[in-house]
């Protein structure tokens, strides 16, 4: 171990040549003198944009006829291809000129020939996976975050299926498909179905509606499976008429951390296990639909269990993936060296394995599955300080080695940014932040043209540039993420950008979650935001400017215009309440009027009647008076006329007697 791994030995004549620059390095340094954009330049020269990015930060070699279609739209009268056959000559076939460790990237499947310490675990799966041949069920690669899991399925899996390893006649033809779930799993799941099957997404999903067994029928109806190898044989056809699909859904998690809506991922997972199924209840006939792998984070393997029709299909299938041992780490390391070209200074090996804590003899090993990006890293940034093609001790030491090395190889990209670029740069990196349920940070995919809309998008895109040629950022065809996790932690920068802005993060999401819903949700007006969730969302779009998706921008635009047309017709509202409150104003004093006028009219009439009745009372009075006085006058006139008459009968008499009166 403590050899040094050779590189090829180079002619005689290339003895005398000056070590040649990078071709990839001198391609960006060209187009970026010429002003020339990647998108304008993948498009002249009909490459992608992923791949030549892959180029200009070392980890794709720019090959001959590359070089030829970058120095016509270039016109750099040919010197990127004089570049590449210098290097050529140098290194025998230019390999030395690659690195061969991807960093905080993960190994994807044209990376292969780099991938190392994973073969016992590679065969595993495939064992998996060949058993769900005729059973059926869900092979599932269950690992920490950083262990590799990912890079497990797409330089491992992958390259070992088109290989033919699968035991079934023809399965090296087999269509292969990767795919992570996103916001949209249910979407994600059905494009890829109707790239690998022609299946149209319409039809799956109304397939997948009236139940698995549609969907599985239907994919079968378009994919026959092959029947025995006689019968090829006897046909001498040389691959099978038809394929079988395996799916591999990598980053299984982020059905629980991105997507919010729990009727789609109910229809993702239904749509899984029908996939998963053997197409007869005992198991026995033509197997699954499709063969599908899960890539999970152990710490969301529990959420997986939660679905006991998920569960249920991941007990035959499940690989846990731990860390490497010793061994496999010495493999790592040194396995891609050896087959780049590269010199491997004594003792360097035994230097990285005990920084990484697998510096024992026994098969033991202090190492955590966490710590591979950072080895991943740290031995790039050995690479990019290599002397010639020799890895030293003294280079890797200058990095910051294991632990170091995320962190310097940030620092020192951001500090040789220009001003506007470092101020542009926290919300670039924070809008590529998502924080899960538990307040963790993880990563998330955005497209770069939002990235690019903010108020200064060069420098937006100079800072996306630099970061990417650090390899700190990944570019895949239109979208940039943050190459790895290990990226947020091992920056204390960027750890501190996150903590000071979790507010920010979190309303971005809800946000973000609410425009979804809105749109698949055919944009009914009561999903938009009002009152003070939508203060909050426009308080957050005003403070992060051009980082809102497209979609997010209608969201909030039409929660504005409801808002506006709601405002609009209060205004109206109370207008009218306003001039029946008037009116209502004005019955009332008249009808108050009115009633008093009434009320005065009718107390006239009171006192008049009252005085009426006090006159008459008087005048009953006085008649009553009146009739007394003249009973009594009446009276007193009778008793005179009898006193009178008593009178004038006792004088009769007594004149009668005595004869005097």
Not at 256 to 283: H, I, K, N, Y
Request: proline letters at 7%.
């Amino acid at each position: 171990m403590n050899q040094p791994v050779r590189v090829r030995p180079a002619s005689a004549a290339a003895d005398d040549l000056p070590p040649p620059v990078a071709p990839g390095r001198r391609l960006h340094e060209i187009r970026k003198k010429r002003g020339v954009s990647l998108d304008k330049l993948a498009e002249g020269a009909s490459y992608t944009k992923g791949y030549l990015s892959k180029i200009e930060t070392g980890e794709k070699p720019l090959t001959a006829d590359a070089a030829k279609a970058c120095d016509r739209v270039l016109q750099t009268g040919g010197e990127l291809t004089r570049l590449v056959q210098a290097t050529q000559q140098m290194t025998g076939d230019g390999t030395a000129d690659v690195c061969p460790y991807p960093g905080l990237a993960s190994f994807q499947p044209p990376d292969a020939a780099w991938f190392y310490g994973r073969e016992r675990a590679t065969a595993s799966l495939v064992d998996r996976l060949a058993g769900n041949l005729r059973d059926g069920g869900l092979a599932v690669v269950v690992a920490p975050s950083g262990a590799g899991k990912s890079s497990l399925l797409r330089a491992g899996l992958v390259p070992e299926l088109r290989r033919g390893a699968l035991p079934a006649y023809g399965s090296r033809h087999w269509p292969v498909s990767i795919l992570t779930p996103g916001q949209r799993p249910l979407e994600a799941l059905l494009d890829t179905l109707q790239q690998t099957t022609h299946v149209p997404k319409p039809l799956a999903h109304r397939a997948l509606a009236r139940g698995g067994h549609s969907l599985n029928a239907l994919l079968r109806s378009r994919w026959p499976f092959p029947g025995p190898v006689s019968s090829f044989a006897r046909s001498g056809e040389q691959t099978p008429p038809v394929t079988r699909p395996v799916l591999i859904i990598d980053q299984f998690e982020e059905l629980f951390t991105l997507c919010e809506d729990d009727t789609e991922r109910d229809e993702f997972l239904s749509a899984v296990r029908a996939l998963a199924v053997s197409a007869r209840p005992d198991g026995r006939g033509e197997g699954p639909a499709a063969l599908v792998v899960l890539g999970i984070r152990a710490d969301y393997y529990g959420h997986c269990l939660a679905y006991p029709g998920l569960a249920a299909h991941m007990e035959s299938g499940h690989l846990p993936l731990g860390p490497m041992s010793p061994d496999e780490l010495c493999t790592a390391i040194t396995g891609p060296a050896d087959r780049a070209g590269l010199v491997l200074q004594p003792g360097l090996t035994e230097v990285i394995l005990r920084d990484i804590g697998a510096h024992r003899a026994s098969s033991s090993s202090n190492c955590s599955a966490e710590a591979l990006p950072l080895l991943a890293h740290a031995l790039r940034a050995t690479w990019q300080q290599r002397t010639d093609n020799i890895l030293t001790v003294h280079g890797y030491e200058r990095t910051g080695g294991i632990h170091g090395a995320i962190e310097a190889s940030a620092e020192r990209a951001y500090r040789a940014l220009p001003q506007a670029a470092r101020q542009a740069l926290p919300p670039v990196l924070l809008n590529l932040v998502h924080l899960d349920q538990g307040n963790r940070a993880t990563r998330r995919h955005v497209t770069q043209p939002p990235l690019a809309n903010g108020p200064d998008p060069a420098a937006v895109q100079t800072a996306v540039d630099a970061f990417t040629q650090a390899r700190l950022l990944t570019l895949d065809a239109d979208h940039v993420t943050i190459a790895h996790e290990a990226l947020l932690t091992a920056w204390p920068r960027l750890s501190q950008w996150i903590t000071d802005d979790r507010d920010g993060l979190r309303t971005r999401q809800q946000l973000t979650d609410a425009a979804d819903n809105w749109e698949h949700s055919d944009r009914a007006p009561d999903l938009l935001h009002r009152g003070a969730r939508l203060a909050v969302a426009e308080e957050w779009a005003e403070q992060h400017p051009g980082t809102a998706e497209p979609l997010v921008k209608e969201f909030l635009q039409a929660s504005r215009d409801q808002a506006y047309e709601e405002q609009r017709l209060e205004r109206r509202h109370v207008r009218r309440l306003r001039h029946a409150v008037v009116a209502l104003s004005a019955l009332l004093v008249v009808t108050v009027t009115s009633l008093a006028f009434a009320y005065c009219v009718y107390d006239r009439a009171q006192n008049k009647e009252a005085q009426a009745f006090v006159l008459a009372a008087r005048a009953a009075e006085r008649e009553a008076r009146l009739r007394r006085d003249r009973l009594e006058a009446q009276v007193a006139e009778e008793l005179s006329r009898d006193l009178a008459y008593v009178h004038c009968s006792k004088h009769e008499r007594c004149i009668a007697v005595g004869g005097r009166p």
